[in-house]
């Protein structure tokens, strides 16, 4: 089989080689192409994603500018490398903050949480489901946390080993806590008794002629908390005290578990503030996710991972390790490789001691290695920049910083994509792809792909995974409205370059064989179709045209034509 073939233009390759073109190899190189604007409303900013593996949906939340801020969460489909968003449908009653999505796959059902700012920024939950072009809400459960206390750095993950929900926040008095949700099913056993059954509470709804319709049930028969809604009741036996109400009834009660998730007491897992918190999950049989946090309450004020797992109904939590050398880090986000099995976290570099080189602000990125077990985790691979530090070219010497860092992993390609936004105004979206060979991050060249004023939100969780479209899905915020894209992590490049092209081959040649190769001042007769005089250039296919190849654009000059069939060699 010949390798190269009479008239081939020929490169040189950085081992030594020579190849005919087209010659191309695999780069740690991506695009983001694809985008599509969330043209409803008008405006749209912060927003998080998840997938639903039922429907085969990307789920996608924001907040409206238009509407007061409130929240709106609308599903897409893709066709090819398209993602088609259908209507919003507003899912927050007032403005929404610090919302996040996760789909709860054994239950086929989203779980939004965020703090609300018409009930005194409690954390509140709701649930729903994808219903045709919309979605089926489920009635709000607020004020989660037992203390009723405010929430900040809301981050949540869908634990599919124990089918619970895990929520990590900030409550009120400057703490990270953690609370656990279980799905429950409704039964109206509990109320078919001939005796009178057990008194409970219940909160919210409505009264219909004295009957408890539409409310909330805490704790129906002394059990775990149930959080299902009484849809009908079959007599009106109904004795009502003060808010919130206590009843008890011969009859059988009707209910639907509406937003059927119990929460567990809230667990600590730190002493002081935890701005910028986020998580990974570990799937397989242990399950557990390890969050990680600036960690205000120490000093210095280092950047903290902490595993977390579900024993019974409760978090319970391992030893926080320190994974950054300097303070003061930001901007963490993280992401599970299911392939190396690590987790990988991507986030501002401190300010501190003149940051790296003297460089303040660069994006780092380190590798976080653990078992699913409340073992301490450790951190094999050094951390590395995943982003130089970038020269403003206004004042030379002078450094952009990155920020609202974010990291996805391609599991087609087994490649990381890391992406943040620049210092300054415009602020430009710069991305770089990446992989872990053997332990050591290896990143390819820094890539921007904004238009305009970027800011992608450090906390939401804007870069998935499609398992079925097998496609790396980025949301990303510019200019106040929201755009989606999808991300390409192995691109294809040719071996042509402005200084490798060494001439035309002479023959044919077998791979490993002798190749006689015309060179400068030669001249090529072997060719077809030139036009005499002009000048010609080398393509990334091989062939010559009269204009510089390009995609990636490259300049290498190949001759004048003497005739339609000769080509002297420059």
């Given at each position: ?14 081992n ?21 604007t969330i ?5 749209s900013?912060?927003p ?27 599903h ?21 903050q ?22 005194s920024?409690r ?37 599919t ?21 279980k ?56 004795f ?24 567990s007491n809230?667990v600590?897992?730190?002493?002081g503030?935890?701005?910028r ?17 600036k ?24 030893t ?12 963490y986000?993280?992401?599970?490789d ?14 501190d ?19 699913g ?22 004042n030379?010497?002078n ?6 860092c ?9 490649r ?11 602020t430009?979206?710069?991305?770089v ?41 980025l ?9 989606t ?7 294809t ?8 092209f060494v ?14 190769i ?30 510089a190849?390009?995609n990636?654009a ?17």
């Open positions: 089989q010949m390798c190269i073939r009479d008239r081939d233009k020929c490169v040189i390759l950085s030594g080689e020579v190849a005919g073109l087209p010659s191309t190899y695999t780069a740690l190189s991506g695009t983001v192409t694809d985008d599509v043209t409803t409303p008008a405006q900013v912060d998080a994603m998840a997938y639903d593996t039922q429907n085969d949906k990307y789920l996608m939340i924001f907040r409206d500018p238009t509407d007061g801020y409130r929240g709106k969460i609308v897409g489909t893709l066709s090819g490398t398209t993602i088609t968003w259908t209507n919003p449908v507003q899912w927050s009653l007032n403005q929404a610090g919302q996040c999505i996760v789909h709860a796959t054994s239950q086929g059902k989203f779980i939004i949480a965020s703090r609300d700012s018409g009930n920024y954390l509140t939950v709701r649930m729903g489901t994808v219903a045709g072009a919309g979605v089926s809400l489920e009635n709000a459960i607020t004020s989660i946390d037992p203390n009723n206390s405010t929430a900040t750095e809301i981050t949540m993950e869908w634990d080993q124990h089918d619970k929900v895990m929520i990590a926040y900030q409550d009120g008095n400057n703490n990270g806590e953690c609370i656990v949700g799905p429950v099913s409704a039964s109206t056993s509990d109320w078919t008794t001939g005796s009178w059954s057990t008194m409970v509470t219940a909160s919210g709804g409505s009264t219909t002629n004295g009957l408890a319709v539409g409310m909330w049930v805490a704790e129906p028969q002394g059990t775990n908390p149930m959080g299902a809604k009484i849809s009908s009741i079959q007599s009106s036996t109904v009502w005290l003060d808010q919130p109400a206590y009843f008890a009834t011969k009859t059988p009660i009707t209910f639907t578990p509406d937003a059927a998730l119990a929460w809230k600590r897992f730190n002493t503030q935890v701005p918190l986020t998580r990974s999950y570990t799937p397989g049989a242990q399950g557990g996710s390890v969050l990680f946090y960690d205000t309450g120490s000093n210095p004020q280092y950047s903290k991972a902490i595993p977390v797992n579900i024993a019974g109904d409760h978090p319970t939590f391992g926080a390790v320190q994974f950054s050398d300097t303070e003061y880090d930001d901007y986000h993280s992401v599970y299911p392939d190396s099995g690590n987790m990988v976290v991507n986030y501002k570099q401190g300010s001691n003149g940051g790296i080189n003297g460089k303040s602000g660069v994006s780092r990125v380190c590798v976080l290695t653990w078992d077990t409340y073992a301490v985790p450790s951190f094999p691979a050094a951390v590395v920049e995943a982003f130089p530090a970038f020269e403003d070219p206004g030379p010497g450094y952009y910083e990155t920020y609202n974010q990291i996805g992993y391609d599991e087609v390609y087994n990381y994509f890391a992406e943040f936004r620049t210092q300054g105004y415009p430009l979206s710069v991305g792809v990446g992989h872990l060979v053997s332990g050591v991050l290896t990143w390819g060249d820094p890539f921007t792909y904004s238009s305009g004023h970027a800011f992608t939100p450090g906390n939401a969780k804007s870069i998935i995974f499609d398992p079925d479209g097998l496609k790396l899905v949301a990303r915020q510019e200019n106040n409205i929201v755009i894209s999808i991300v390409t992590t192995s691109a490049l040719s071996n042509l370059n402005a200084n490798n001439g035309i081959a002479k023959a044919d040649a077998a791979d490993e064989a002798v190749v006689t015309q060179q400068h001042g030669s001249v090529d007769d072997a060719q077809s179709g030139l036009t005499p005089g002009t000048l010609y250039y080398v393509q990334h296919d091989g062939t010559l045209a009269t204009t190849a390009s990636p490259v300049s290498v000059v190949a001759g004048v034509a003497l005739s339609a069939t000769k080509i002297l060699l420059k």
